[in-house]
């Protein structure tokens, strides 16, 4: 689903460090985005595979059971936290292969490939049944359902950039976390923050920037959802960067915008460009000042992009009636034409 450059993995990881004020928390859920992607990626590989997984050889008089290169990878699967991922990602629909293997190991079908000498005949049945199952119509078709949608998003957005920078060669650009405080969430005594609340306050702060900023030309936007941060958005702005400059004071002024303004003391922010040492660890340092003819810094605005919108193949936020999670400003709309400081 992603090009190894992109580090989508790397990405997700760090966004799942959660904070809170000043606080980095980083919790054992850190690791479920390379779990994930690892056993997606090892079911694809058995799936396409025809040969056999496990056969018996004769090793110094003994009979020893041989396991392929693959299954010896679907094994060291075995200890994952399936039943910790599937409870933190509970509102999210995760990749179709995952779920499938994560149901075999949680029901203990997939006793059968454990084990220091399992049975070959008992192994081989289990893996042909997999096989089958993932090669039905009806997974197949759920597969390319999830594809579709990650990467129909991920081309939106990239074009969405590329026609931003055919208006302007140079971009300021800044990445927030918005939601709401943990002293707000308490007074909710243990029920989730209104989806329909944060979309409707998102909405009223986009609309407020794109009046207090004229110098504002674009941004996208991804809801997503934590059991600890309950409903939050990762929003980025992009600015004319021949007009402003201070990315981590705009940004800033946008949090402190949509706490106290917007959200009327009850959100809170995390400011990303204050931040950027961090993120230089993923090669996702594609904020800040990001001009049209620095290849290098240009890219990693992309593949910070391209997470907002790919990571949705191996997990995507999916309830009844929530409606879009990923949204854009319109290039070439008003925002564009306009001219001037942040007035913020």
């Known amino acids: 689903m992603y090009k190894k450059e992109e580090n989508i993995v790397g990405q997700w990881a760090d966004r799942m460090i959660e904070h809170e004020g ?3 928390i980083v919790r054992p859920s850190k690791d479920y985005p390379a779990q994930i992607v690892q056993v997606d990626r090892v079911m694809r590989a058995l799936v396409k595979s025809k040969a056999e997984m496990f056969w018996s050889r004769r090793v110094v008089g003994l009979t020893r059971t041989a396991v392929h290169p693959v299954a010896r990878a679907l094994r060291q699967c075995v200890n994952m936290d399936y039943g910790g991922i599937k409870s933190h990602f509970s509102k999210q629909k995760l990749s179709p ?11 203990h079908r997939a006793d059968a490939i454990e084990g220091v000498s399992p049975d070959v005949a008992e192994a081989n049945a289990w893996v042909e049944r997999i096989r089958a199952i993932a090669r039905s119509s009806e ?3 759920l597969v390319a359902t999830q594809e579709r949608s990650a990467r129909k998003n991920a081309k939106a957005a990239l074009d969405y950039l590329q026609a931003l920078y055919r208006q302007h060669s140079r971009l ?4 927030l976390d918005v939601g709401y405080s943990a002293a707000h969430r308490e007074l909710l005594s243990g029920r989730n923050v209104d989806p329909v609340r944060i979309k409707r306050d998102l ?7 794109r009046r207090s900023y004229p110098a504002l030309v674009g941004y996208v936007w991804k809801l997503e959802f934590g059991p600890s941060k309950s409903y939050h958005v990762h929003l980025m702005a992009f600015l004319n960067g021949h007009l402003v400059r201070q990315d981590v004071r705009i940004a800033q002024a946008i949090g402190e915008f949509w706490q106290d303004e917007v959200t009327h003391s009850d959100g809170s922010y995390w400011n990303c460009n204050a931040r950027k040492e961090f993120y ?3 090669n996702s340092l594609g904020i800040g000042m990001v001009e049209y003819d620095d290849e290098a810094k240009r890219r990693r605005l992309e593949y910070s992009l391209l997470y907002l919108t790919k990571a949705d193949y191996y997990v995507r936020l999916s309830e009844p009636g929530l409606g879009r999670t990923f949204g854009k400003g319109q290039a070439g709309g008003d925002s564009l034409k306009k001219l001037g400081r942040p007035r913020i």
Do not use: H, I
């Open 22 to 24: 000043s606080a980095w």
């Open 97 to 107: 292969y995952f779920e499938l293997l994560a149901e075999e190991f949680l029901s």
């Open 139 to 141: 997974f197949t078709q």
């Open 172 to 175: 300021c650009v800044v990445r």
């Open 203 to 209: 909405a009223t702060c986009l609309r407020k920037l």
């Open 280 to 282: 230089e660890r993923t």
